[in-house]
């Protein structure tokens, strides 16, 4: 598939039956954090506030920024983030945005071939991970009898990636740019195995030693959780600094309504709200389930 075509196609990981939508991080400032998906990330600014900005790529609102009086910085072991990530349509998008992060002087905290992906790690200056990658295409991937899909952590050769970006000036995330997946530390993994594969309804995908990797219709992740950091952490309290919440977006809204129906069932609260059904995972981590249009 050309590049052309490909970066007008919708990704695979947001055609899925649910897929990951925006985030919604608290910062201690503001206006510095603005700036550095701005300039480093290259999402633009659709929306300000009383308390916050929302940030995004094409008119679509991927990352919202807000802080409170009381924010404190979140512990390194505490649940919440441990990344972001931002999809690239194609592997030319993820190599322009490398050659402008390079020439910004960026540090990076690594990168991977993960084989169904390629990825760059870095952190924003209040401790919130990203990635940014892309995909390879679905029928290079290989999944076994089972349904889950293989993925390993090689090196990614990020000279090779420089050198195949184009040579014209880069001009911020590309416009179908998207979260196609959130990682985030947990306490405990076999709890985040029942509450995302046995309440909302994911597929466990791949497991690693201390992380658990679901997703929806045969994606590699949308979701990932891990105790790396966070082991038997508690529930975040609401004056924490980053993840505060972020939103599921269904395209079958047959299985939203299993889920809510689910979630009666168990007893976990629920709020209606205009955009879609907000509740708290176990770490009290946000999540708004948002009918998608589909």
């Known amino acids: 598939m050309n590049a052309a075509i490909e970066s007008n196609a919708e990704s695979f990981a947001l055609s899925r039956p649910v897929h990951v939508g925006q985030a919604h991080l608290v910062a201690a400032d503001l206006d510095l954090l603005t700036r550095y998906y701005q300039q480093v990330l290259g999402l633009e600014r659709l929306e300000d506030s009383a308390s916050g900005v929302v940030l995004g790529a094409g008119g679509k609102p991927l990352l919202t920024l807000t802080t409170r ?113 959130i990682h985030l530390q947990v306490g405990n993994v076999p709890e985040a195995d029942r509450f995302y594969e046995g309440i909302l309804g994911l597929k466990k995908m791949a497991s690693y030693p201390g992380a658990s990797f679901f997703a929806s219709g045969a994606y590699h992740h949308h979701i990932a959780a891990n105790v790396w950091n966070s082991r038997n952490a508690t529930a975040r309290t609401g004056a924490m600094t980053g993840l505060n919440d972020y939103a599921l977006v269904f395209n079958d809204q047959q299985m939203l309504a299993g889920i809510l129906a689910t979630l009666d069932a168990q007893e976990i609260r629920v709020d209606r709200l205009d955009e879609g059904y907000r509740l708290l995972d176990p770490w009290g981590i946000g999540i708004t389930l948002v009918p998608g249009n589909a």
């Open 69 to 181: 009086g009381d924010a404190a910085r979140a512990p390194r072991n505490a649940a919440g983030l441990f990344h972001n990530a931002f999809l690239m349509p194609n592997r030319e998008e993820l190599a322009h945005w490398l050659a402008h992060a390079a020439h910004l002087g960026v540090q990076f905290d690594g990168a991977s071939d993960h084989l169904v992906s390629e990825a760059i790690y870095l952190t924003d200056p209040e401790g919130n991970g990203i990635e940014v990658y892309r995909d390879r295409s679905p029928d290079e991937w290989r999944y076994h009898a089972d349904g889950t899909v293989e993925m390993a952590t090689n090196r990614l050769d990020l000279q090779a990636l420089y050198e195949a970006a184009p040579k014209t000036a880069w001009a911020g995330l590309a416009p179908n740019a998207a979260i196609g997946h």
